[in-house]
């Protein structure tokens, strides 16, 4: 089993909808948790650590559920320019653990 | 403006011959990783790096070799004896391995076998 999963989409959405991503993990031990953000061709730049209560910033809004082992982010009033590939990733003791990454386009 | 610097951009290898990839970071960061990026099977880790004269093995190390003589720096080799290495590297940097406050990343050497 993967130790982070994410479904890799693609999810092709309007301009202003909403859209929620998930990523589960396998090691309930692990302690942090990151969504970036890599355009195409490019590196990967941090979105927004997620923390136990959840956080938001703008129109991004993360979540974790520690019961169930997964993180969540929700973008509200999509833009254009939220077209990417979003990655989740998990602190688990040294380690750092990468989803494939979740594909979104924000359609005009 | 501190930073991560990786280089070259674009990196073309003949069959059999060993090339470096440069990383260099000011961040003043102590840990320094290496990870490439196929596609569809997300970054996965080469080396690691958590001091200066230490690294270890990440999951896919086998025709690979670093070193850390320098903090700022991690070069990278690709050997001749990775079979398929065609693919996109990145390098990135914490502040401390344990403390998961996230990475930051340089913009990747696209590597292409010719």
């Known amino acids: 089993r993967k130790e982070v999963e994410q479904d890799p989409g693609p999810f092709n959405v309007p301009e202003g909808a909403t859209v929620a991503f998930n990523c589960t993990y396998s090691?309930?031990?692990?302690?942090?948790f990151f969504w970036y953000r890599q355009d195409c061709r490019k590196e990967p730049k941090l979105l927004m650590s997620?923390?136990?209560s959840g956080n938001e910033d703008g129109r991004f809004t993360a979540q974790l559920n520690r019961a169930s082992q997964y993180i969540s982010l929700l973008i509200r009033d999509s833009k254009l320019s939220d077209s990417a590939t979003y990655l989740c990733?998990?602190?688990?003791?040294?380690?750092?653990?990468f989803g494939t990454g979740t594909s979104l386009t924000v359609i005009p | 403006d501190g930073g991560i610097t990786q280089s070259p951009k674009y990196l073309f290898r003949k069959e059999g011959q060993n090339v470096t990839l440069s990383c260099e970071q000011n961040l003043n960061h102590d840990a320094m990783y290496w990870y490439r990026q196929d596609p569809g099977q997300g970054l996965r880790l080469i080396y690691y790096?958590?001091?200066?004269?230490?690294?270890q093995k990440g999951d896919i190390a086998e025709g690979y070799s670093v070193s850390r003589e320098k903090k700022e720096s991690f070069p990278l080799t690709v050997t001749s004896a990775q079979k398929n290495p065609t693919a996109f590297y990145l390098c990135?940097?914490?502040?401390?391995?344990?403390?998961?406050?996230?990475?930051?990343f340089g913009s990747g050497t696209r590597l292409t076998v010719v």
């Open positions: 997620v923390y136990s």
């Open positions: 990135a940097s914490s502040i401390d391995r344990s403390r998961g406050r996230g990475y930051t």
């Open positions: 790096s958590q001091i200066v004269n230490d690294f």
């Open positions: 090691n309930s031990a692990s302690q942090s």
């Open positions: 990733v998990v602190n688990s003791g040294n380690q750092f653990y």
